[in-house]
């Protein structure tokens, strides 16, 4: 939103270094803009060099503190989220193998060691991969090349002309102070300033917003002051270092006391946050709830805070720097504790308001929530788990993230943590119950029931020996899960059955007592008994349509089209397979898009309108989706009957390389585009030497 000011040099460095190498690691101290010049020479690298035709992906490493979650982290920032049950580093791979694409990954340094392992592994296995990071130092991993990123020069470049770093000031402060802009008369002063900033851009950016108050003369003298003030680093550091946690501790002293004291609380939030959040963690013992609107705005104002405009409403963000001086500050002052756990408080409340939220008309907002909320989310589950006593509320919170795991993609995530705590909190309790049938669900939704079975049996049994009613309605609902994908149809029936009257018992009716009606209706499809399984789908539909819900109803639509493909009613099957993908999509709930999307593969086969080619192009999409949910169709002969059924006929009707041809193609597409195409918008275009729809022949509709 702001200018970019010099680099030329660098950037035709930049340009000239990734021609040769694939890993370029921009150096240098923190607030020298490595940030700004990695996002501005990767789009520069696009747009000149041809290198990266599946495009520049950003990834920001530095909110993620947990090794084991940055390969979640980088597959979320690439659009992939992760849902299986392997290890992410190898999801990451398969996803990236074929792509032609750079990678940015922004603030490395306090993850160098796991940051070089992913790089190393994603280098070597991605032939067309190229990495772009930014660290305070080199990863350290074969074939690196270094580019370290100087301050901006503060002295006239050869030749005559403005200094950048003069550039930048004088930009900065005609945006706080209209009208400014350099002078003969102000010249040698903001020279005078600059030089004694060192060039560094957070610096100079920081002295600019001082112009509201104070001159450029002032503002230096001041900085003289806080220079010998806040000099309280090692001796051997780096000056650089030195004078960066000068110009800071400058800018805190500029603070009020009250500013400074909300700059401190702010540091427990990772990545961005909102006002209601923050009047809940900073307010009280100093700071009154009321005043942190103000205090807010004047930390924008002194560029201590970043202003986002969100979907739904402003986001705050400190940066980096200045959070980690505030949480000196934070420590020094003895609070930190407290604060940290009155985060935590926040963010599980932001968890179980959107469970609740979760069944009606709010769902999609509720996963946009979560989805901002994430990264203190992350934080939240960090403390809990690493502060003895908490364990319990690490379980609370880990298990009311059911519908963010499951029906925002996050899978493999959601396990990480439920895994953790229920390591540490083995004593049968409510809150232990829940996490189990949790992850019990999951594991069910990965193709996982080596592990789904056993944690689903101990709630069941923990439930009964406790008198925990609800605990065993979920138990027993998802071990009918385990026997459906486990091709035990008659079983499942009959244990979805049980739930929903210990459902109805207890007075349950949300989202996942419409999955278990969708699955019993399943279940009876699968029997052959499209009667019964048509009678609980729609019900499904009713009580979904009653009170505004999308999630379950959108797995009823995916019934609906396989219940009406098997009686022969092919435009109307396309029709709920189709609204069921664009539903799922807007959860990102990669499970129920990718098995509409197959569905709607098979629909491709059915005579007279259908195509054998984008049949194929459909499940080579579908089977590119699978390998971030887990096992494809969860290892079910059941749920992967029309998708061998669709592969039949497409082999019957097409030559060998026409078959292969058309499902790489489909295998090309990401998310998005798969997408598009299922819902018929992304045209067809085939690839060289694949030739145009091939039609198909009427067939019979087989039973399953």
Same mark, same amino acid.
């Given at each position: 939103?702001? @200018?970019?000011?010099?680099?030329?040099?660098?950037l035709?460095?930049?340009?000239?270094l990734m021609?040769?190498?694939?890993?370029v690691?921009?150096t240098?101290p923190?607030?020298?803009?490595?940030?700004?010049?990695?996002?501005?020479?990767?789009?520069?690298?696009?747009?000149l060099?041809g290198?990266f035709?599946d495009?520049?992906?950003y990834a920001e490493?530095s909110?993620?503190?947990?090794?084991?979650?940055?390969g979640?982290?980088?597959? *979320?920032?690439l659009?992939?989220?992760? @849902?299986?049950?392997?290890?992410p580093?190898e999801?990451l791979v398969?996803?990236?193998?074929e792509q032609?694409l750079?990678?940015v990954?922004?603030?490395?340094e306090?993850?160098?060691?796991?940051?070089? *392992?992913?790089v190393?592994t994603?280098? !070597?296995?991605?032939?067309g991969?190229?990495?772009?990071?930014?660290s305070r130092?080199?990863?350290?991993?074969?074939?690196?090349?270094?580019l370290?990123l100087a301050p901006?020069?503060v002295d006239?470049p050869?030749?005559?002309?403005t200094?950048?770093?003069?550039?930048?000031?004088?930009?900065?402060?005609?945006a706080?102070l209209?009208?400014?802009?350099l002078?003969e008369r102000?010249?040698?002063?903001v020279?005078?300033?600059?030089?004694?900033?060192d060039g560094i851009?957070l610096?100079?950016e920081l002295?600019a917003?001082r112009?509201r108050a104070?001159?450029?003369?002032?503002?230096?003298l001041?900085?003289?002051?806080?220079?010998?003030?806040?000099t309280g680093?090692?001796r051997?550091?780096?000056?650089?270092?030195?004078?960066l946690?000068?110009t800071?501790?400058?800018?805190?002293?500029l603070c009020?006391m009250k500013?400074?004291l909300l700059w401190?609380?702010?540091?427990?939030f990772a990545g961005?946050f909102?006002?209601?959040?923050?009047e809940?963690?900073?307010g009280g013992?100093?700071i009154?709830?009321?005043e942190v609107?103000?205090?807010l705005?004047?930390?924008?104002g002194k560029?201590?805070l970043l202003r986002?405009e969100g979907?739904?409403?402003v986001?705050?963000?400190?940066l980096?720097?200045l959070?980690?001086?505030?949480a !000196?500050?934070?420590?020094?002052?003895g609070?930190?504790h407290?604060?940290?756990?009155?985060?935590?408080d926040w963010y599980l409340?932001?968890a179980s308001w959107?469970?609740?939220e979760?069944?009606g008309?709010r769902?999609?907002e509720?996963?946009e929530?979560?989805?901002?909320?994430h990264?203190?989310?992350?934080?939240?589950?960090?403390?809990?788990l690493?502060?003895?006593?908490e364990?319990?509320?690490a379980?609370?919170l880990?298990?009311?993230?059911w519908f963010?795991w499951?029906?925002?993609?996050?899978l493999?995530?959601?396990?990480?943590w439920?895994?953790r705590?229920l390591?540490?909190?083995?004593a049968p309790?409510e809150?232990?119950a829940k996490?189990?049938?949790?992850?019990?669900?999951m594991?069910t939704l990965?193709g996982?029931l080596?592990?789904?079975r056993p944690?689903?049996?101990?709630?069941?049994?923990q439930?009964?020996a406790t008198?925990?009613?609800r605990a065993?309605?979920?138990?027993v609902?998802?071990?009918?899960?385990?026997?459906?994908?486990g091709?035990e149809?008659q079983r499942?029936?009959e244990?979805f059955e049980?739930?929903?009257w210990h459902y109805k018992?207890i007075?349950e009716?949300n989202?996942n007592?419409?999955?278990a009606m969708?699955?019993?209706?399943?279940?009876?499809?699968f029997?052959g008994d499209a009667?019964?399984? *048509?009678?609980w789908?729609?019900?499904?539909?009713?009580?979904a349509?009653?009170?505004g819900?999308?999630?379950a109803y959108?797995?009823?639509l995916y019934?609906?089209?396989?219940?009406?493909w098997?009686?022969?009613e092919?435009?109307l099957?396309r029709?709920?397979?189709?609204?069921?993908?664009r539903?799922?999509h807007?959860?990102?709930?990669?499970l129920g898009i990718v098995?509409?999307?197959?569905?709607?593969a098979?629909?491709?086969?059915e005579?007279?309108?259908?195509?054998l080619?984008?049949a194929?192009?459909l499940?080579g999409?579908?089977h590119?989706i699978?390998?971030?949910?887990?096992?494809?169709?969860f290892?079910?002969r059941?749920f992967?009957g029309p998708?061998?059924e669709?592969e039949r006929r497409?082999?019957d009707?097409?030559t060998?390389q026409?078959?292969h041809?058309?499902?790489?193609?489909g295998?090309?597409l990401?998310?998005?585009?798969a997408?598009?195409?299922?819902?018929?918008r992304?045209?067809?275009?085939g690839?060289?030497g694949?030739?145009g729809?091939r039609?198909?022949?009427?067939?019979p509709?087989?039973?399953f």
């Open positions: 939103m702001t @200018s970019f000011v010099g680099r030329r040099g660098e035709a460095a930049l340009t000239a021609g040769p190498a694939r890993l690691t921009v240098g923190g607030g020298v803009g490595k940030t700004r010049f990695a996002m501005r020479g990767a789009a520069r690298l696009a747009e060099t290198l035709p495009g520049v992906r490493v909110a993620v503190q947990d090794p084991l979650l940055l979640h982290a980088v597959l *979320e920032a659009g992939l989220t992760d @849902s299986t049950a392997r290890p580093y999801v398969e996803q990236v193998r032609r750079l990678l990954l922004d603030g490395c306090h993850l160098v060691g796991p940051c070089a *392992e992913l190393d994603l280098l !070597r296995a991605a032939p991969l190229r990495v772009l990071a930014t130092q080199s990863l350290g991993t074969d074939g690196e090349h270094l370290p901006l020069p006239p050869p030749g005559g002309g200094p950048d770093a003069l550039t930048l000031f004088a930009d900065r402060a005609a706080v209209p009208g400014f802009e002078t102000n010249r040698a002063e020279a005078v300033l600059c030089r004694r900033l851009p610096a100079v002295a917003g112009l104070l001159s450029v003369a002032q503002i230096t001041r900085l003289d002051d806080r220079f010998r003030l806040l680093g090692s051997t550091a780096p000056a650089r270092h030195q004078t946690r000068t800071i501790g400058w800018s805190h002293e009020t500013e400074r401190a609380r702010l540091s427990v961005t909102d006002l209601d959040a923050a809940y963690v900073c013992e100093g009154d709830p009321d609107l103000d205090l705005g004047e930390l924008v560029s201590v986002e979907p739904q409403q986001r705050f963000r400190l980096d720097t959070r980690e001086y505030g !000196r500050w934070l420590r020094a002052g609070d930190r407290r604060l940290l756990r009155r985060h935590r409340g932001v959107g469970e609740v979760w069944f008309p769902q999609a509720t996963a929530r979560t989805r901002l909320a990264p203190n989310l992350r934080a939240a589950l960090e403390f809990s690493s502060e003895p006593g364990e319990q509320l379980l609370v880990a298990g009311t993230l963010y499951v029906g925002s993609g996050h493999g995530e959601g396990r990480h439920l895994d705590a390591a540490l909190a083995p309790t809150a232990r996490a189990l049938w949790v992850t019990g669900y594991a990965q996982d080596a592990r789904a944690a689903l049996e101990e709630c069941r049994e439930a009964l008198g925990d009613d065993l309605a979920y138990a609902h998802r071990q009918g899960c385990a026997a459906l994908i091709d149809p499942a029936a244990l049980e739930a929903l018992t007075g009716l989202s007592v419409l999955m969708f699955e019993l209706g399943i279940a009876y499809l029997l009667e019964q399984g *048509e009678r789908i729609s019900e499904v539909r009713e009580i349509e009653q009170h819900e999308q999630w959108a797995y009823g019934a609906l089209a396989y219940a009406r098997s009686s022969g092919v435009r099957a029709a709920h397979a189709r609204e069921c993908v539903l799922n807007l959860f990102r709930d990669l098995l509409a999307m197959d569905v709607l098979l629909l491709e086969t005579a007279p309108d259908g195509d080619v984008e194929r192009v499940q999409a579908a590119r699978w390998q971030a949910v887990g096992k494809p169709f290892g079910s059941s992967n998708h061998l669709c497409a082999r009707g097409l060998e026409e078959f041809e058309a499902f790489r193609l295998g090309q990401d998310l998005d585009a997408v598009s195409r299922a819902l018929g992304g045209g067809r275009p690839p060289e694949l030739p729809p039609p198909v022949r009427p067939s509709v087989p039973a």
